[in-house]
């Protein structure tokens, strides 16, 4: 059974400040890991993928890998109040599987 | 970026009857769209894989019978909801999968059966 487990939050952080969201995963197999974001009442939105060790940034963004760890996490640099959201952390298998297991979500508080 | 859009975006109809909910990727092909059913604070719950020319594969426990899902061509995918009972109410999203790697989520149709 595949599992990803991610702190439900809520994580409050002023604004400015970094928010750190942090995932593991149980499937030592999984090949590709997503951050989504979702806006209350609103459908998921991707805003980072990483598939190899390591970090990626993209703007305010950065995802962190460590496959060895299980471990997935992103950082917001500079957080906004329109950062306030729920963090999904998702991931696909291998084996050719595109459905995503999805975490529970991290819900974010950025304070002003 | 990745476009994937969704209508209606809110249907309320009467029990017993049927709602068709359109899911379009609007800047690229998608073999693959995925439908999912949120309730409140709840996580997203995958119902159905949909792949463009064949039969979409359903979740455990999803009625395939109820929720009937067309993917006629490579930017157009469709959920009906069958008889559609108050419990059906929920928040349906698609997403449609781009270059085999990312998936992109759609709006989102909000259905309220009365």
């Known amino acids: 059974q595949k599992e990803v487990e991610q702190n439900s939050g809520p994580l409050s952080v002023p604004e400015g400040a970094i928010a750190s969201l942090n995932c593991t995963y149980s499937d030592r197999v999984s090949q590709s890991f997503f951050w989504y974001r979702q806006y209350s009442g609103k459908s998921p939105e991707l805003i980072m993928s990483?598939?190899?060790?390591g970090d990626k940034e993209d703007g305010r963004f950065t995802a962190q890998l460590n496959k060895a760890s299980q471990y997935v996490s992103l950082l917001i640099r500079d957080s906004q109040p329109s950062d306030s959201a729920t963090y999904l952390c998702a991931l696909t298998s291998g084996a050719g599987s595109y459905q995503l297991t999805f975490g529970k979500g991290t819900k974010l508080s950025v304070i002003p | 970026g990745a476009v994937v859009s969704q209508h209606p975006s809110w249907v309320i109809c009467k029990s017993g009857t049927s709602v068709k909910i359109e899911c379009r990727s609007l800047?690229?092909?998608?073999?693959?769209m995925f439908w999912y059913r949120q309730f409140p604070k709840q996580s997203l719950m995958l119902m159905a894989t949909?792949?463009?020319?064949?039969?979409?594969?359903?979740e455990q426990g999803v009625e395939k019978d109820k929720f009937l899902i067309n993917h006629a061509s490579l930017t157009l995918s469709t959920l009906t909801v069958t008889s559609a009972h108050p419990e059906d109410s929920s928040f349906y999203i698609c997403s449609a999968l781009r270059d085999s790697y990312e998936q992109y989520f759609g709006p989102g149709t909000r259905l309220t059966v009365t």
């Open positions: 800047d690229f092909q998608a073999t693959t």
């Open positions: 949909s792949n463009e020319g064949s039969k979409a594969t359903y």
């Open positions: 990483i598939y190899s060790n």
